[in-house]
Every structure is written in structure tokens, then in C-alpha cells.
């Protein structure tokens, strides 16, 4: 998987197990998010997958992941209730919160 971190530590973070059914989405989602991140970071170099990643990727993997695979919920009409939840919003702007959160770790700035 082209990830920061695993399916597993992503279902973690949703309270579900890994299945057979939601496999494939928890993978599209987690590296979803890590592609977000790749382009945050603008490495000159291609991404490495392999561990030990950066706790800090790894956390900002995780949390996109979840709000991607909550996403869908929430897709048609833009808000998904649950009762143990409360109401969760449909990604309505881009990665900005994460890449702020990145920006110690950016690596190459354009010229404005």
C-alpha cells in the first residue's frame, strides 16, 4: 500500500474492524490521504512507503483517511447523522488544515 500508515491503524481511528467488504476502501482512502500529503510535503524525491514513517505523516495520514471514509456518508446530501457521532460533515474545502500542519516538513517553495 503507497500509505503513511496502515488500514488497520485507520479502522482503528473509525471504531470498525477490518473485513473483507471495506478492505479495498480503507486502502483508497489511506492512500488517498497520502497522496495529499506527498503534494503538501513537495518532496524532490518520489515518496517512500516503507516504515518507519514520521509520526507526524502518519497521524495526518490517519485522520484524512477517516474523514475520506466518512466522506461518502455524507456525499449526497453533505452531512451524514449518527448517534454516537453527532453530525459529520462531507470534505467541503481542500487538505489546507493538514498542509499547515505539514509545513514543517515542506520542502520546496515556489516563488510568488
Known sequence: MNAY??????AADLNIAVTAANQDKLTRCAEAAAREIDHA???????VYTQPWLPLWTSVNISR???WF??????????AGYDQTGQL????TSFDMWAR????DKQQWGVA
Open 89 to 92: 460533515r462531507a470534505p467541503a
Open 65 to 67: 483517511a477517516v474523514q
Open 41 to 47: 510535503i513537495d518532496s524532490s524525491t518520489a515518496p
Open 5 to 10: 500508515c496502515t488500514i488497520d491503524q485507520v
Open 70 to 79: 466518512r466522506a461518502s456518508d455524507a456525499a449526497v446530501t453533505g452531512v
Open 101 to 104: 500542519i505539514l509545513i514543517p
